[in-house]
């Protein structure tokens, strides 16, 4: 099922403003097919619109075939390392409304997390 025209609009809007994270990198026709929808677009989120049962289905079926990607960066001459990491997340949002869907997205923008490594000798 597609976005409404005013969830659309909303969503448009939010994205257009400036100094925005994020920006529509596809507008994908209706469909059922959550994980084809994710690979035609190469989004790094897709906002759609599925019955809940569904939704939970197709969410399994994408984690089954697109592992959260994950690097290791080993800097600092190799004393030093950050993983990268996606991971899944289910978020539950009320009262939707744009304040709500704003917030949602730039929940979502990259945090860096900074974990202390052990140093070997050298």
Avoid: Y
Wanted: hydrophobic share 45%; proline share 7%; charged share 25%.
């Amino acid at each position: 099922m597609g976005l409404s025209k005013l969830v659309d609009d909303i969503v448009t809007d939010l994205l257009a403003r400036p100094g925005g994270l994020f920006e529509i990198c596809a507008r994908l026709p209706a469909s059922d097919d959550l994980l084809g929808s994710l690979r035609q677009s190469g989004a790094d989120i897709l906002l759609c619109m599925l019955p809940e049962e569904q939704m939970r289905s197709n969410w399994e079926r994408a984690l089954d075939e697109l592992p959260p990607l994950a690097i290791v960066n080993l800097f600092d001459q190799e004393r030093s390392a950050r993983l990268h990491a996606l991971r899944p997340q289910t978020v539950d949002v009320s009262g939707v409304d744009a304040a709500a869907l704003i917030d949602l997205l730039s929940a979502r923008a990259p945090q860096p997390e900074v974990c202390e490594t052990s140093q070997r000798p050298r």
